[in-house]
Nanobody, 125 residues
Framework: QLQASGGGLVQDGGSLRLSCAAS????????MGWFRQAPGKEREFVAG????????QYADAVKGRFTISRDNAKNTAYLQMNSLKSDDTAVYYC????????????????????WGQGTQVTVSS
């Protein structure tokens, strides 16, 4: 029900915009998040946005470079990634947390009950 897209190969310092399209139900009242997982590493929080206030939260590693946003009319969330570095290379996953799910803060995977399939982002130096 979540389809992530927009990944690809980009040079160091480049930009990409990831999209997370929801289908089958509306996620206008869901918190949305982006996570990433690099080879040999655990999945980590990248950015999240609350549905009611629209407030956002970012991992320290991406602050000032990444921007999360959402368009409820299109049932889509976005992750604009600028000034990409080789350390950003990973599979990026979008996630949605409905009001029925537990809430342990935006950075917690437990706060999300729907996950997309992931999109590969590779930054070459």
């Amino acid at each position: 029900q979540l389809q992530a897209s927009g990944g690809g190969l980009v040079q160091d310092g480049g930009s990409l915009r990831l999209s997370c399209a929801a289908s089958g139900r509306t996620f206008s009242r869901a918190r949305m998040g982006w996570f990433r997982q690099a080879p040999g590493k655990e999945r980590e929080f990248v950015a999240g946005i609350r549905w009611n206030s629209g407030s956002t939260q970012y991992a320290d590693a991406v602050k000032g470079r990444f921007t999360i946003s959402r368009d409820n009319a299109k049932n889509t969330a976005y992750l604009q990634m600028n000034s990409l570095k080789s350390d950003d290379t990973a599979v990026y996953y979008c996630a949605a947390g409905t009001p029925l799910s537990a809430y342990n803060g935006l950075p917690s995977v437990q706060s999300y009950d729907y996950w997309g399939q992931g999109t590969q982002v590779t930054v070459s130096s």
